[in-house]
């Protein structure tokens, strides 16, 4: 195969078959992140479960000596991985989810510790390659990441205090596996369903869902006046207004579609900059698929804090209304308004969501899409057309 392009190597890992071929089992793409002339990493689902399988790596010779490195772990560690010499120099490295180079230690503790039986079984719920695990248990949900939690896990103690359904209750006392650093943790496990998937019973139900996800949200921004100095100085400072993201996307559309990141490149020196505003305790992620419900009384609790920054408001209610209809938004901003929190100004709230918009701009991409060029092309021409009216 060659793929000595970043452009090839994208084509041949979002084609079933040679990706199959090439990790030696039935799976596909569900993930991609995209380095170009560098790395292209890959998160794989069974074919035909739909369960995370396990990741791959193309490596190109700039970073190859990674491949060796992980196979050498992996195999001090009883744990087989397929290595793969491809033309152009690159190299393909796959195996199971145990194998994660980014997470077999940590996993290998979470198995000799007893917290999780079979990380490449069924209770497995999501896997972000070389980044996060997260496994079903008898007791609860455990996380396992590769980046330190210490400053996430300090954070949901300091927001569980403050906000209702805010976070997801530890599983129990002593969970967490002993640190500082801390890579693995657990949690309760809540819900029937995330927003964006429950199947509640009439509006009226996703409404008041989305009206108590509101209130919650209200109290976690107030929260911000209270938070200590130094975790708040630890807290990321990614922009607010999405120049960013475009300038990212961009990075690696140009070696996929150079017209199209000239595009991206444009929308983004073009998009208005957000007013200035107070920044605000901002969870950083918040769709419908970051909010749990339970189907039984509409109960919400708001997870996945990894993101969190201060930020105007208007980043977060912004990235909300950005990915529901209006009737679903109007029922945040109400539930927001009634628990004290302060609506933006239409002006705020638009640029808000068209930085929301531009973030996601590439999600077609990194959730290997094979109609990627195509969803991301629609999109950006909504957001030129957007931008021109304005």
């Given at each position: 195969?060659?793929?000595?392009?970043?452009?090839?190597?994208?084509e041949a890992v979002l084609d079933q078959d040679r990706l199959s071929n090439l990790t030696g089992w039935p799976v596909r793409a569900v993930r991609l992140r995209i380095k170009p002339d560098v790395s292209l990493t890959v998160g794989l689902e069974d074919a035909a479960t739909g369960r995370p399988a396990g990741w791959a790596r193309l490596l190109w010779p700039i970073s190859r000596a990674k491949?060796?490195?992980?196979?050498?772990r992996a195999r001090e560690r009883g744990l087989r991985t397929v290595r793969r010499e491809l033309d152009g120099g690159l190299v393909l490295h796959a195996g199971r989810l145990a194998s994660d180079p980014a997470l077999m230690e940590h996993v290998g503790r979470a198995v000799a510790g007893g917290l999780i039986a079979d990380p490449d079984g069924q209770r497995v719920l999501r896997h972000n390659p070389l980044r996060r695990l997260v496994v079903r248990t008898g007791a609860g949900v455990v996380r396992i990441t590769s980046a330190p939690q210490d400053d996430e896990l300090r954070l949901r103690d300091f927001i569980g205090a403050r906000v209702p359904g805010a976070p997801i209750p530890a599983a129990a006392p002593g969970f967490a596996a002993p640190g500082p650093p801390t890579h693995i943790s657990a949690l309760r496990f809540v819900g029937d369903a995330d927003l964006e998937r429950a199947a509640l019973p009439g509006t009226s139900a996703v409404a008041a869902a989305s009206a108590a996800a509101g209130a919650a949200l209200a109290a976690l921004h107030a929260s911000a006046?209270?938070?200590p100095a130094d975790l708040a100085a630890r807290l990321p400072g990614r922009r607010a207004d999405g120049r960013r993201a475009g300038a990212v996307h961009a990075s690696v559309l140009r070696a996929l579609d150079p017209a199209l990141a000239a595009r991206v490149r444009a929308l983004d020196e073009r998009l208005p900059a957000a007013p200035p505003a107070p920044r605000v305790l901002s969870h950083g992620d918040f769709t419908p698929d970051q909010v749990l419900v339970r189907r039984a009384d509409g109960a919400v609790w708001i997870t996945d804090f990894e993101r969190s920054r201060l930020a105007p408001a208007a980043t977060d209610l912004g990235s909300?209304?950005?990915?529901?209809?209006?009737?679903?938004?109007r029922a945040l901003l109400d539930g927001y308004a009634d628990a004290g929190g302060r609506v933006p100004?239409?002006?705020?709230?638009?640029?808000?969501?068209?930085?929301?918009?531009l973030e996601r701009l590439a999600e077609p991409l990194r959730h290997a899409d094979p109609r990627w060029r195509e969803r991301i092309g629609r999109e950006l021409e909504e957001l030129e057309e957007t931008c021109a009216t304005r």
């Amino acid at each position: 195969m060659d793929a000595s392009s970043t452009w090839a190597a994208v084509e041949a890992v979002l084609d079933q078959d040679r990706l199959s071929n090439l990790t030696g089992w039935p799976v596909r793409a569900v993930r991609l992140r995209i380095k170009p002339d560098v790395s292209l990493t890959v998160g794989l689902e069974d074919a035909a479960t739909g369960r995370p399988a396990g990741w791959a790596r193309l490596l190109w010779p700039i970073s190859r000596a990674k491949a060796e490195r992980a196979a050498r772990r992996a195999r001090e560690r009883g744990l087989r991985t397929v290595r793969r010499e491809l033309d152009g120099g690159l190299v393909l490295h796959a195996g199971r989810l145990a194998s994660d180079p980014a997470l077999m230690e940590h996993v290998g503790r979470a198995v000799a510790g007893g917290l999780i039986a079979d990380p490449d079984g069924q209770r497995v719920l999501r896997h972000n390659p070389l980044r996060r695990l997260v496994v079903r248990t008898g007791a609860g949900v455990v996380r396992i990441t590769s980046a330190p939690q210490d400053d996430e896990l300090r954070l949901r103690d300091f927001i569980g205090a403050r906000v209702p359904g805010a976070p997801i209750p530890a599983a129990a006392p002593g969970f967490a596996a002993p640190g500082p650093p801390t890579h693995i943790s657990a949690l309760r496990f809540v819900g029937d369903a995330d927003l964006e998937r429950a199947a509640l019973p009439g509006t009226s139900a996703v409404a008041a869902a989305s009206a108590a996800a509101g209130a919650a949200l209200a109290a976690l921004h107030a929260s911000a006046r209270h938070l200590p100095a130094d975790l708040a100085a630890r807290l990321p400072g990614r922009r607010a207004d999405g120049r960013r993201a475009g300038a990212v996307h961009a990075s690696v559309l140009r070696a996929l579609d150079p017209a199209l990141a000239a595009r991206v490149r444009a929308l983004d020196e073009r998009l208005p900059a957000a007013p200035p505003a107070p920044r605000v305790l901002s969870h950083g992620d918040f769709t419908p698929d970051q909010v749990l419900v339970r189907r039984a009384d509409g109960a919400v609790w708001i997870t996945d804090f990894e993101r969190s920054r201060l930020a105007p408001a208007a980043t977060d209610l912004g990235s909300y209304l950005a990915v529901v209809d209006d009737a679903t938004g109007r029922a945040l901003l109400d539930g927001y308004a009634d628990a004290g929190g302060r609506v933006p100004d239409e002006a705020d709230l638009a640029a808000g969501v068209l930085g929301a918009r531009l973030e996601r701009l590439a999600e077609p991409l990194r959730h290997a899409d094979p109609r990627w060029r195509e969803r991301i092309g629609r999109e950006l021409e909504e957001l030129e057309e957007t931008c021109a009216t304005r």
